[in-house]
T-cell receptor
Framework: DAKTTQPNSMESNEEEPVHLPCNHS???????IHWYRQLPSQGPEYVIH???SNVNNRMASLAIAEDRKSSTLILHRATLRDAAVYYC???????????FGQGTRLTINP | GAGVSQSPRYKVTKRGQDVALRCDPI?????LYWYRQALGQGPEFLTY????????KSGLPNDRFSAERPEGSISTLTIQRTEQRDSAMYRC???????????FGNGTRLTVT
């Protein structure tokens, strides 16, 4: 079963930052946090992942709480193309498969 | 470059028929995963392979579902005696290192009538 909790939906405006929260209170010390997103009519795509430190890439930033029980995916300047379902996934230590939950449906207003 | 390719793109079959769904992963990718996705839901894990070895089939719903990857490249997901509840989008993904990011294909939309 998915072990993360995310809001069902969020809404933001174009060119504004977006902060997508995720709770993973049962996370263990060596479990990674992964984020994927799924654009309409497409398969999921990898966004970012991290363990303890904050992570940045060309798509987004990942801020991980000091106790690692929550994290936030940050889209610095949302575009209409960022409208998607965002999945936060906590991969069990030693496990390989990713278990997806329901995700957060992000709507971007022009 | 070429991504994960799935065929057919759409499959309509009658209840009771067998279907075979094909996945061609990105060349050289070690791991291959099968998921299925109902409308409005997140992807549901079915099974995965490292090379030709099936590592975990705990997500296969019942014994009508099977998967193989005999040469460690192309994989086939077979559903025998299809039922209407099997209707869904079936997605394949591959990753280069074993625990690397997953690259998903566009899926096969299966409709059982």
């Amino acid at each position: 079963d998915a072990k993360t909790t995310q809001p069902n939906s969020m809404e933001s405006n174009e060119e504004e930052p977006v902060h997508l929260p995720c709770n993973h209170s049962t996370i263990s010390g060596t479990d990674y946090i992964h984020w994927y997103r799924q654009l309409p009519s497409q398969g999921p795509e990898y966004v970012i992942h991290g363990l303890t430190s904050n992570v940045n890439n060309r798509m987004a930033s990942l801020a991980i709480a000091e106790d690692r029980k929550s994290s936030t995916l940050i889209l610095h300047r949302a575009t209409l193309r960022d409208a998607a379902v965002y999945y936060c996934i906590h991969r069990d230590q030693g496990a390989q498969k990713l278990v997806f939950g329901q995700g957060t449906r992000l709507t971007i207003n022009p | 470059g070429a991504g994960v390719s799935q065929s057919p793109r759409y499959k309509v079959t009658k209840r009771g028929q067998d279907v075979a769904l094909r996945c061609d992963p990105i060349s050289g990718h070690v791991s291959l995963y099968w998921y299925r996705q109902a409308l409005g839901q997140g992807p549901e894990f079915l099974t995965y392979f490292n090379y030709e070895a099936q590592q975990d089939k705990s997500g296969l719903p019942n014994d009508r579902f099977s998967a193989e990857r005999p040469e460690g490249s192309i994989s086939t997901l077979t559903i025998q005696r299809t039922e209407q509840r099997d209707s869904a989008m079936y997605r394949c993904a591959s990753s280069l290192p074993v625990r690397g990011p997953l690259h998903f294909g566009n899926g096969t939309r299966l409709t059982v009538t």
